[in-house]
């Protein structure tokens, strides 16, 4: 579905006409092409210690222009606020303010990271205080952006330092145009777990992928990524879907199978299938879902029990097998697809927001399972996706839907895709348990 209100603002007179009258001007976002470098600019390292050491070095290494110290007027790609030091509220305002005076140089498509730690392990009040702080001041700075630009953090916990692979792999992501729709989210590394990719354009080398729910939209467009990053993809879907299910396969070299997932013997139907194709199973991506809506005054237990079997019954049935598996690798990556009506909730949906809240409950609960593996099981929670769904919404309504985040339009199947393939990366392995809501900052909910 083409935003055609976006691309008319974002062109010769329209353009203009837009800004003398005050319209909406969402920017075009800079996303991801293999071609592109990670950050258009030169990156601003604001704060003191050993992180903001690190970062840096960590950053050089990426062959990135480094600054510790703001150039008048200079366009920068990126802002890094390393406030993992920080002990009281007072702490906040040094590097907070230097973010501030810098803003007006920040590219179009540009990116701010916040690096702190969670305030639920704080030691004292006021520490936990300054840490909390950091969550204010990040959603805030992100909804005052403007040209595509975003702002995100990243949480370090359990003592994790700077050194965690998975916080190289949040940064690299954070920075590049894969988080294009990610905007006023926290990635939480939790421990040392990962593996650095040799390649970081081919994150999944050599892995093997299933994806239900594959046929078409964001399923299909999961399939696509993830073979780009490299892996052996097998699509999933019903045997209704079965020829564009095919055409997906072929279009990325994978291999269909058709399966409900509802049915009891769909986890060891898609394991046989791993292990003859391709010797094992690694990455397990539950995109399979489905609406049935109504108020919950005219709900009936058909259209209840339905969504429940479908979005998140089959998921808790399947990850009980798949754990049991030896075909699925011991250090395996599972990504289920929440959504934000799971957490902030939405008119007309109790069972579709019932049914993705549990997802949310279901990775918390299944993550201390995984983490002694090696192992991570993580969420992703699209907001306003581009999709033949959305499509049929009415027009206003879709109109209204797509202004109502910071980066006021809707996102696309890709942006789903391109956290999905971070999650299920090794060098993620340290993220483990957390819902990343991919939603341009969408202003309902947290």
């Not at 009040?125 to 953090?153: C, F, K, M, W, Y």
């Amino acid at each position: 579905m083409t935003d055609t209100y976006l691309s008319l603002v974002n062109s010769g007179l329209t353009k203009e006409i837009a800004k003398k009258l005050g319209l909406p001007r969402p920017a075009i976002l800079r996303r991801y092409h293999p071609s592109k470098p990670l950050i258009p600019g030169p990156v601003l390292v604001l704060g003191k210690g050993e992180t903001a050491d690190s970062l840096s070095s960590l950053l050089l290494s990426w062959d990135q222009d480094v600054r510790r110290h703001a150039t008048p007027r200079e366009k920068l790609g990126a802002i890094l606020m390393v406030l993992d030091e920080a002990a009281t509220p007072e702490d906040l305002g040094a590097v907070s303010l230097d973010a501030g005076a810098s803003l007006r140089d920040l590219a179009a498509g540009g990116r701010i990271v916040t690096v702190s730690r969670p305030a639920a392990e704080a030691q004292d009040p006021a520490a936990a205080a300054a840490r909390q702080g950091v969550d204010g001041t990040l959603r805030s700075l992100a909804h005052e952006l403007r040209g595509g630009s975003t702002a995100n953090g990243i949480v370090l916990a359990n003592g994790t330092d700077a050194s965690a692979p998975s916080v190289a792999a949040a940064l690299h992501f954070l920075l590049s145009g894969r988080s294009a729709y990610v905007s006023g989210q926290f990635i939480t590394v939790g421990s040392a777990a990962g593996e650095i990719p040799q390649d970081w354009n081919a994150s999944l080398a050599g892995k093997t992928a299933v994806v239900t729910g594959a046929a078409r939209g964001i399923g299909a467009s999961i399939a696509r990524v993830l073979h780009r990053e490299g892996a052996n993809v097998i699509v999933v879907d019903v045997p209704a879907a079965g020829e564009q299910l095919a055409a997906v396969a072929n279009e990325i070299h994978g291999t269909a199978l058709q399966v409900d997932i509802t049915r009891d013997d769909a986890a060891d139907r898609i394991l046989a299938h791993a292990a003859e194709r391709y010797g094992r199973l690694d990455i397990v991506i539950h995109n399979a879902g489905i609406t049935r809506d109504k108020l919950l005054a005219n709900m009936d237990a058909s259209r209840w029990d339905s969504v429940i079997a479908v979005n998140v019954a089959s998921q808790l049935r399947m990850n009980s097998r798949f754990l049991e598996s030896e075909t699925f690798s011991p250090d395996g990556r599972i990504v289920s697809l929440a959504s934000t009506s799971g957490i902030a909730g939405n008119r007309g949906q109790t069972n579709y927001a019932a049914s993705k809240a549990g997802i949310i409950g279901m990775v918390r609960a299944t993550a201390p399972l995984l983490a002694p593996r090696g192992g991570s099981i993580n969420a992703v929670a699209p907001g306003f996706i581009e999709t033949d769904m959305t499509a049929r919404m009415p027009a206003l309504t879709r109109q209204v839907a797509r202004r109502l985040s910071s980066l006021q339009q809707g996102g696309k199947p890709v942006d789903v895709a391109e956290a999905i393939a971070f999650l299920a990366s090794d060098a993620a392995a340290g993220v483990n348990g957390q819902v990343l809501r991919v939603c341009g900052q969408n202003m309902v909910g947290a």
